[in-house]
């Protein structure tokens, strides 16, 4: 650290690696700290290991859920509620080398977040269904939107004309050369019309989520190992409101990616994480001072 003066005493800001404030009328500089220390704490490396699947998930499905969560704050983006309300459900847990290479695995994240009731979805696998009542419509290939409209508008009271549902898919396949794992997203929507006659499979392009089960929307069809859900979404006062949905995982992979095993699997890729009894965590890498650990003469041992 160094002290100018003259007309050079003016400069603040930076430039390089070097720093330039003002104090007490002088101009200090000082250099840039341009290292920084690899953050490898068990609560950091819990962090780490968990974050990259999360991004790959947003990465993929962002497209699709602009004003997916309704009543964030105005400054978080959707991108920050997104990774906000997934770090806490149960990890997937990637190495380095499978984020790098693009890895994703579909697993049970929420996608939305709204004041709409929540579409409830029973059964496992590929036999969601939804709460979403059809009354006697069975959907086959003459169905128009105008058919599906009606029968969810009279049989449904939180539906009305001029809302949407929507059906995402998250699809779970493997790269057949690196093995590697990732995930294809699409979605389809319906608006609910009264006077739309065109045919229900043309506008959805014959997705497995607009199909009736048992008297209900829901899946039905062989989409292998994926991960689904329905959101309910209204324009109302000029803006988007939707219902809080999260993921219904039917994929064999999943497990695979959970758990301590997966987890000292990836954390031992990222470098081997601090771990010390009586160290906390958040200053595993604080020095010892010389001269202050068991030296002492205590009880009036002779020292040398």
């Given amino acids: 650290m160094g002290k100018l003066s003259g007309i050079i005493s003016k400069i603040s800001g930076s430039a390089g690696n070097l720093t330039f404030k003002s104090l007490?009328?002088?101009?200090?500089?000082?250099?840039?700290?341009?290292?920084?220390?690899?953050?490898?704490?068990?609560?950091?490396?819990?962090?780490?290991?968990?974050?990259?699947?999360?991004?790959?998930?947003?990465?993929?499905?962002?497209?699709?859920?602009?004003?997916?969560?309704?009543?964030?704050?105005?400054?978080?983006?959707?991108?920050n509620m997104f990774v906000k309300v997934n770090m806490q459900r149960t990890p997937i847990y990637l190495t380095k080398q499978a984020v790098a290479g693009g890895a994703c695995i579909a697993t049970a994240y929420q996608i939305s977040q709204g004041s709409l009731p929540a579409i409830v979805v029973t059964g496992s696998g590929q036999n969601g269904k939804t709460?979403?009542?059809?009354?006697g419509l069975s959907i086959g290939a003459n169905t128009t939107v105008a058919d599906f409209s009606a029968a969810v508008v009279n049989n449904n009271p939180d539906y009305k004309y001029g809302d949407q549902i929507s059906f995402f898919l998250v699809k779970q396949l493997v790269n057949a050369n690196t093995e590697i794992p990732y995930c294809q997203f699409s979605a389809a929507k319906v608006i609910l019309d009264a006077a739309n006659e065109d045919l229900l499979t043309d506008v959805t392009g014959g997705s497995t989520g607009f199909k009736a089960v048992d008297g209900n929307l829901g899946h039905s069809g062989s989409d292998g190992d994926c991960a689904y859900t329905w959101v309910h979404t209204r324009k109302a006062d000029g803006k988007t409101l939707v219902s809080s949905q999260d993921l219904l995982v039917a994929n064999t992979k999943e497990a695979d990616y959970q758990g301590e095993n997966a987890?000292?699997?990836?954390?031992?890729?990222?470098?081997?994480?601090?771990?010390?009894?009586?160290?906390?965590?958040?200053?595993?890498?604080a020095p010892v001072?010389?001269?202050?650990?068991?030296?002492?003469?205590e009880g009036g041992g002779g020292g040398l």
Avoid: C
């Avoid at 953050?39 to 290991?49: C, G, S, Y």
């Avoid at 001072?289 to 002492?296: A, D």
């Fill in 24 to 79: 007490n009328g002088q101009t200090v500089i000082s250099e840039k700290v341009t290292h920084i220390r690899n953050p490898r704490t068990n609560a950091q490396m819990q962090t780490r290991t968990k974050w990259g699947n999360i991004i790959a998930m947003y990465k993929g499905i962002r497209p699709l859920l602009n004003y997916g969560f309704e009543n964030k704050p105005k400054n978080l983006s959707d991108y």
């Fill in 131 to 135: 709460d979403i009542r059809l009354g």
């Fill in 263 to 285: 987890y000292t699997l990836s954390k031992s890729s990222y470098g081997s994480g601090i771990e010390s009894f009586l160290v906390p965590d958040g200053n595993a890498n």
């Fill in 289 to 297: 001072s010389g001269g202050e650990s068991g030296s002492g003469d």
